[in-house]
């Protein structure tokens, strides 16, 4: 019986070291930039993601999970470009909706600081990255995180046929992520 108790003990305490912290999808931005030869960079964000981070700050663990609506794009370009980017050209919204980051592994350091073993999935292409990330506390339920990493569009075929060259459009996306995380209780 005793074994039990302290078999109890052990699970608790281990569910207790484990903190949940979802999205607030209207403070947290995910923005990006591609420049352009002989143009005005590409710049751009998304509007409807969602997301959770599972972090045990004790054990310096932790995973992240956030899909993105790929529909919510927009750019410095919507005025005449909004369904050639959301078309098959570009991002093919129709069949491939979504695009996630998701960590295989999520290493929290004592500095305020972490670094996120991640799969970026967009159109059905997976690629593997570390993105550093640096968090602050907001009292004792809110938090701020924020990274940013870069990645080539032809790995994800954004971009086909005459646009997947790299001559004028470039090849080098970079994602600014700030997250603002609402503990859960």
Do not use: H
């Not at 350091?109 to 670094?115: E, I, L, R, S, V």
């Not at 593997?128 to 870069?150: C, E, H, R, V």
């Not at 996306?173 to 603002?180: A, E, K």
Request: net charge positive.
């Amino acid at each position: 019986m005793i074994k039990y108790f302290f078999l109890f003990l052990f699970f608790c305490n281990q569910s207790l070291a484990l903190e949940k912290w979802i999205i607030n999808n209207t403070k947290s931005s995910i923005n990006f930039s591609i420049p352009v030869l002989f143009a005005e960079d590409i710049k751009g964000n998304f509007k409807n993601f969602k997301g959770f981070v599972n972090a045990d700050r004790k054990n310096l663990k932790g995973v992240v999970n956030i899909v993105v609506d790929i529909e919510s794009i927009s750019t410095n370009y919507d005025l005449d470009y909004a369904d050639f980017i959301k078309g098959d050209v570009f991002f093919d919204i129709i069949k491939f909706p979504q695009a996630s980051i998701k960590t295989k592994d999520f290493v929290i350091n004592k500095d305020n600081t972490a670094n996120a073993f991640a799969t970026l999935s967009i159109k059905g292409k997976d690629k593997d990255f570390k993105i550093p990330l640096s968090y602050n506390l907001q009292g004792n339920n809110k938090a701020i995180a924020k990274g940013t990493f870069n990645f080539n569009r032809s790995d994800f075929e954004i971009g086909t046929g005459i646009w997947a060259s790299t001559l004028i459009l470039k090849d080098e996306v970079t994602v600014n992520v700030i997250l603002s995380l609402d503990l859960v209780k």
